[in-house]
């Protein structure tokens, strides 16, 4: 039998919480986002005005763009930016949506030649608020 092996760290992870105006406010027990090292990991995000709380239009179009314009300021608000994402993940509630989420998508992640960041899409049964989209973001600071 091969001894337990010990894991011992010379500092505690260091957390930063992520808060912006400029995104909806979180309305549960987690954070806008979260700074660990060079990292930003940011909360799901869906269509949501921040200067009203409430979803915006119905179309796919106009959802992903109020979607990335909230991740944008999140990311900002921590140090970083859309140029700077490694991973996304996308969760569409119809995947017929998937085009026009996908012209959204590169125009915020693939635009002036960006490297686009690695991407996980999903198709789920039901969002929050009955949304059609869904987007979390890693991003190096």
Do not use: C, H, W
């Amino acid at each position: 039998m091969e001894p337990a092996v010990e894991v011992r760290y010379n500092r505690p992870m260091s957390k930063i919480v992520i808060a912006t105006g400029k995104a909806p406010a979180a309305i549960g027990p987690y954070s806008q986002g979260v700074r660990v090292g060079n990292l930003v990991f940011t909360a799901g995000q869906i269509p949501i005005d921040p200067a009203t709380q409430q979803v915006v239009a119905s179309g796919i179009t106009e959802q992903t763009t109020r979607v990335f314009e909230n991740l944008k300021a999140i990311l900002e608000a921590g140090g970083s930016n859309l140029a700077r994402v490694v991973k996304a993940t996308v969760f569409l509630k119809d995947f017929g949506d998937f085009a026009a989420m996908n012209a959204v998508y590169g125009a915020y992640l693939g635009a002036d030649g960006m490297t686009p960041p690695a991407r996980t899409t999903v198709e789920v049964s039901r969002l929050p608020k009955d949304v059609l989209v869904e987007i979390e973001l890693i991003a190096e600071v």
